[in-house]
């Protein structure tokens, strides 16, 4: 079946909308998860003491709070507020905007470095935008971004899908069509993405650990309660297709108990690269 075109601004407002509901939920799941990929997205961006740092789609603030930390000059912005309510909680010291990726209202060549955890993911327009962070960054400044991995082995995520898979649920028609989730999971279209945004000296780079998930309740009630997309896939089911899909999953998480819990494989996406002087 051929995909549904995609629908920039109606999915923009979908995510939107979104993250207003999941801000509390995703803090609450994927800050272990995410948080971990901090450090590598900086050094990635060469973010260090003064370093001007743009840290787009902050969430709960994670990166910005890391740049922070180095001794940059750190500024977070996210286009949900209920986002920014949760990162101004943790980092009341640090200062966070409510802005739009795709066009960010700051002058051009206004940052040493442009970070975004996750980002690319959730935009209806991902050249504009990279655009965007291209067009804000100092000449010889780094932009650093990160994306899941495929499925296969960003496992956390992948027991789901398979789960819908085989459960052989159609995606809710009230869920507009937006970019491929795992597009820049593929090393080439990462790259690809960064060149056309005119940068030189690119990397895409592999990150893999294992999360652990204490049972398969708390990994399946964190998807739901801090995606958007992926609970949107779920919960925008029948009730009998929404159960089809539990069992599903419970059959397949299995594969991952350890004696603690599940141990879950994750796997990431950095790319990065330089704006030219």
Known sequence: MKP????????????????????FGYERFFGSITSRLVGPLLDAASVRAGTRTLDVATGPGYVAAGAAGRGASVLGVDFAPA???????????????????QALPFEDASFDAVVGNFVILHLGRPEQATRE?????????????TAWDLPDRARFLGVVLDAVAEAGAAPPRDVPAGPDFFRFSVDEEFEALLRGSGLDDRHVQTIAFTHRVPTPDELWNGLLGGTVRTSALILGQPEEMRHRIRAAFDRRVG??????????PVSVKLASGRKPG
């Open 255 to 264: 594969e991952f108990q350890g004696p603690d819990g599940l141990e879950l």
């Open 83 to 101: 986002m920014i309510a949760v990162a101004r909680d943790l980092h009341p010291r640090l200062e966070f905007r409510e802005a739009d990726a």
């Open 4 to 23: 549904a075109p995609i629908e920039p601004d109606a999915f923009n407002a979908f995510e939107a909308a979104g993250w207003e509901r999941r801000a």
């Open 133 to 145: 962070f291209v067009r804000v960054l100092a000449p010889e400044g780094r932009l650093a971004l």
